[in-house]
Structure formats: C-alpha cells, structure tokens
C-alpha cells in the first residue's frame, strides 16, 4: 500500500517556475514506478511525466519534453516535477501516482495503482 500528498502547486506566470514534491509512505515506494498526470477542466487526465524505481529511467509527453524534468529521492520517500518556461495550457490539477510494482507502461493511467489528492497548478498569460 502507497499512499501520496502533492505539495507546491500555485500561481504563477508565464515563463515562471515550480517545483511539485509527492510524499509517499509506504513500504513499497522504492520498487515503485512514479508517475505525475494533469488534469484541465472538460479535459480528460493527461500523462506528463514518469520515472522508473531506480530513478535510471524517465518517460516525458512531448508537450513538456524540455521544460520538466521529473526525478525521485527514495531516500526521502519523494518524487519531484520541477516545471521550468510554464505556458498558460499547463494549468490544470496535477496528480502523483504509483504503479504497484515494475511497468511496462508508464504512458498510461491504467500502469497506476496509487494516485494523490491532486494539487492546482495555474499560470496566468
């Protein structure tokens, strides 16, 4: 069992930055897959940006490939979204979530067992 707490949503504007931390507790966090969704009113949940158990491998959606960069301290139980150069379109919820063990799709919600609460991410033009 894995659960997860977003922090470090906000407003911000364009062009600016910030940094989402999820908290995980539970036993298993280190044999699992991480991954961060969005989700923007009347849109569907969206895949942002994932990351393997070691940390040795990443996975990106093509609209936030050089501008996020996803990584994972298992030490501190926490996985981290720093979002650099943010357009208004990246404003949404943003969730964590946890595969339940090693994934051969990250791409996809279905990969996650685990999910947080979602915190708000706006960026104003």
């Known amino acids: 069992q894995v659960q997860l707490v977003e922090s470090g949503g906000g407003l911000v504007q364009a062009g600016g930055s910030l940094r989402l931390s999820c908290a995980a507790s539970?036993?298993?966090?280190?044999?699992?897959?991480m991954g961060w969704f969005r989700q923007a009113p009347g849109k569907e949940r969206e895949f942002v940006a994932a990351?393997?158990?070691?940390?040795?491998?990443?996975y990106y959606a093509d609209s936030v490939k050089g501008r996020f960069t996803i990584s994972r301290d298992n030490a501190k139980n926490t996985v981290y979204l720093q979002m650099n150069s943010l357009k208004p379109e990246d404003t949404a919820v943003y969730y964590c979530?946890?595969?339940?063990?090693?994934?051969?799709?990250?791409?996809?919600?279905?990969?996650?067992?685990?999910w947080g609460q979602g915190t708000q991410v706006t960026v104003s033009s």
């Open positions: 979530a946890a595969t339940g063990g090693p994934s051969s799709n990250y791409y996809s919600h279905v990969s996650y067992d685990y």
């Open positions: 990351i393997n158990w070691s940390g040795g491998r990443t």
């Open positions: 539970g036993r298993t966090f280190s044999r699992s897959g």
